[in-house]
């Protein structure tokens, strides 16, 4: 029984560190876009 509580833990912990890993991705590339985008204004207004 201790090993499936471990187990079932683990699922758990693993499940969220992927999500919150596939988080960061995303708005790491949401900030990157925006500095994309504020560069090209800078750029082009100039």
Do not use: P, W, Y
């Not at 201790?2 to 079932?8: M, Q, R, S, Y």
């Not at 699922?11 to 090209?40: H, W």
Request: glycine content about 8%; hydrophobic content about 40%; charged content about 30%.
């Amino acid at each position: 029984m201790k090993e499936l509580t471990c187990f079932v833990i683990g699922l758990v912990v693993g499940g969220l560190l992927v999500q919150k890993s596939k988080e960061v991705e995303a708005l790491e590339k949401e900030l990157n876009r925006e500095r994309a985008r504020s560069t090209s204004k800078v750029v082009g207004a100039s």
